[in-house]
């Protein structure tokens, strides 16, 4: 795993990569962390940064670990981790043993953040803002409706926006 320009994020198509390949979002430090696969979220330019837009269910045990910690990784995989993403989107870290049901192998960046060494593309980020999502704020009230009224995938996400600070590829 090399650090790389942050601009080899440009040959990137963000809806692909996050709405399609999926990302693991990884919090804590290397004696304790979770992961979590996420589908929803994006890339961006924000504050003069460029930035990483990420939604995280309340309900979520990597929802502790990315309050408790300043860092989050993202990181992306080819197709043979399909299984492995599949997996940490659909078991909890509170019960399961994530890296021995995947064979994902973590690793610490300089930064103390934790990715895992099969990732291809890795963002190391640093948390800039966060907010709740209320009913109240909802534009667009059938949106609250199909995902969060209809459906029982839990509670409002809370948003995370996060400085990309460092990229790393293998
Ligand atoms: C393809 C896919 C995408 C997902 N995207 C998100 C997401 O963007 N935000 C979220 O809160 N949960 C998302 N989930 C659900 C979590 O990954 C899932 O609830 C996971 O088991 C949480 O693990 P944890 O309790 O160890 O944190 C997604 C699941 C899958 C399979």
């Not at 078991?91 to 399961?96: A, E, I, L, N, Y």
Request: with cysteine.
């Amino acid at each position: 795993m090399k650090k790389t320009d942050l601009k080899t994020l440009g040959q990137e198509n963000a809806f692909d990569l996050i709405g399609t390949q999926w990302m693991l979002v990884t919090a804590g430090n290397e004696d304790k962390f979770n992961t979590m696969t996420a589908s929803w979220g994006g890339l961006g330019f924000l504050w003069n940064k460029p930035v990483a837009f990420v939604f995280i269910r309340p309900e979520r045990y990597t929802h502790e670990f990315v309050e408790a910690s300043d860092r989050m990784t993202l990181s992306f995989y080819a197709k043979e981790w399909r299984k492995a993403l599949q997996l940490c989107g659909t078991k909890s870290g509170r019960d399961t043993d994530k890296v021995a049901a995947t064979g994902l192998t973590p690793v610490k960046l300089e930064s103390g953040a934790i990715t895992f060494e099969e990732a291809r593309l890795t963002l190391d980020c640093r948390k800039l803002f966060k907010a709740d999502m209320k009913e109240s704020d909802f534009v667009n009230k059938k949106v609250m409706e199909q995902w969060y009224n209809d459906k029982p995938g839990g509670s409002l996400h809370s948003v995370y926006v996060v400085e990309i600070e460092s990229v790393f590829e293998s």
